[in-house]
């Protein structure tokens, strides 16, 4: 299993384990698998399917990252209430919020919580994310992925991510590995069924939905 693009999309429906390999790949680089870095998240003991798989992988890296982190969409709010506990620590230096938008991330939207973590955050290092679309507007996920560009063409920074957003998959320049059915295999975007269902939803709407909404009456 080779990640020779600065980014990776790993693409599948619902239980294919992208998750899973998402995890195995945070016990590999040392960070937890509930999400965070080296630094940011005291580490807890792997468990799980991510750490099983882990055990049954032997990673081999070009150059080892200095900085490593894992966004997971459900550890925002924990993330969130760190930096509140910093900012009242007497023992912590500096500003917390300093890389976040400059307050704390409780007192924005989801959207831009999310938005500002991952603009602050994403930097030289590698970086596993895992459905960081979850609460953004299409127009921030077009934001993404032009933050995600001017990583990948920086040459400092390696992503691997988990997503079922076609804006996302269309990064130019990424791999998209499917892990539907079998062996992990690289795959083009307009093969893959995100492309496919929701380019037919959009274009003809009456023929994907009339099937769903209006089904046969029972003999």
């Not at 992988?57 to 930096?83: G, H, I, K, M, N």
């Amino acid at each position: 299993l080779e990640f020779p693009a600065a980014v990776t999309i790993l693409v599948g429906e619902n239980g294919s384990g992208k998750s899973t390999l998402l995890e195995a790949l945070a016990v590999l680089l040392g960070v937890p698998t509930e999400g965070g870095s080296r630094q940011e998240t005291a580490r807890a003991e792997h468990a799980g399917s991510g750490a099983a798989l882990a055990r049954a992988l032997r990673p081999s890296f070009l150059r080892r990252p200095r900085d490593a982190w894992f966004f997971r969409a459900e550890s925002l709010v924990r993330f969130a209430d760190l930096l509140d506990e910093r900012e009242v620590d007497p023992d912590f230096l500096g500003d917390p919020y300093q890389e976040y938008g400059g307050r704390s991330l409780h007192e924005r939207s989801h959207g831009e919580a999310f938005f500002d973590v991952l603009g602050g955050r994403l930097s030289a290092g590698l970086f596993l994310l895992d459905e960081p679309e979850a609460a953004l507007s299409p127009q921030r996920q077009l934001a993404l992925l032009v933050l995600l560009d001017r990583l990948a063409r920086s040459g400092e920074a390696q992503v691997v991510m988990a997503t079922h957003s076609p804006v996302l998959m269309s990064l130019p320049g990424a791999a998209l590995l499917s892990l539907d059915g079998g062996a992990p295999r690289r795959i083009a975007l307009a093969e893959t069924s995100h492309y496919r269902v929701t380019r037919g939803v959009l274009e003809h709407p009456e023929r994907w939905l009339r099937p769903l909404l209006d089904p046969e009456p029972p003999p």
